[in-house]
């Protein structure tokens, strides 16, 4: 008899034991069920923003002398960049770079024997930052009118921003995230199961570059000012849940 109840209750706790591990191997089958994607968008744009910079410099042994050298250049340009049509509201003009030059003297060996001073180097730089973009990249290339009246004026290339640029990467996002999803119910469709909730979500870095150039994407994110025409784009990768 004892045998016999003995005999009962082991099988008993068999069938729980058994009932137990199909519940636990089922959970974990069903918790397994997720597909990864990564879904991505890209845009092309045109940048609605300039800002060019250009400077200018004098030269002389008496400083006093240097930097009124250096204020009639200011005017000139001021003069020629306003009659060129930018508004005088666009311009702005740093604070002037004074620095003192030295030049060494040698003996008949060609040992350097001490420097003498050769007289006081003044710069300044103008800023122009503009949503005229087309009138700016003239005036940036034709700067010969300033170096014909005397002003040692040096060009630099123009940068180019886009003013719109949280706007346009929030309605990027909201693409990509579109492309991540069908591409989860194509691949649950084919797999003969439906598609559940989104389980997780991580955003890409955005990367802006220069249309149709080869720059490459980095880790930190790219963000080309070089070209007028850029294209924008991103990356979200996505888990989703099986049914």
Do not use: H
């Amino acid at each position: 008899m004892r045998n016999a109840v003995t005999a009962l209750i082991l099988g008993i706790a068999l069938i729980i034991a058994a009932a137990l591990l199909g519940s636990a191997y089922k959970y974990k089958y069903r918790s397994a069920q997720i597909v990864s994607v990564t879904g991505g968008a890209e845009v092309n744009f045109t940048s609605d923003l300039i800002v060019w910079t250009g400077s200018y410099s004098k030269k002389s042994m008496v400083l006093k002398e240097a930097y009124a050298q250096l204020k009639e250049d200011e005017n000139k340009v001021r003069d020629y960049l306003t009659k060129q049509g930018i508004n005088p509201k666009e311009l702005v003009f740093s604070a002037v770079n004074i620095r003192k030059e030295f030049s060494n003297r040698y003996d008949e060996n060609g040992r350097i024997t001490g420097n003498e001073f050769t007289g006081y180097a003044l710069t300044q730089t103008v800023k122009v930052q503009s949503k005229e973009i087309g009138k700016v990249e003239q005036v940036s290339r034709q700067v010969t009118e300033l170096i014909q009246a005397g002003v040692e004026f040096n060009s630099a290339e123009p940068s180019y921003y886009y003013t719109k640029l949280a706007d346009l990467k929030i309605d990027l996002l909201a693409k990509a995230s579109a492309d991540g999803r069908v591409r989860a119910e194509t691949i649950a469709k084919n797999a003969g199961s439906k598609l559940g909730g989104l389980k997780s979500a991580d955003m890409g870095i955005f990367q802006i570059t220069g249309q149709y150039s080869n720059e490459e994407y980095t880790w930190g994110g790219t963000l080309n000012t070089s070209s007028r025409e850029k294209t924008a784009s991103i990356t979200v990768k996505m888990e989703f849940a099986l049914r």
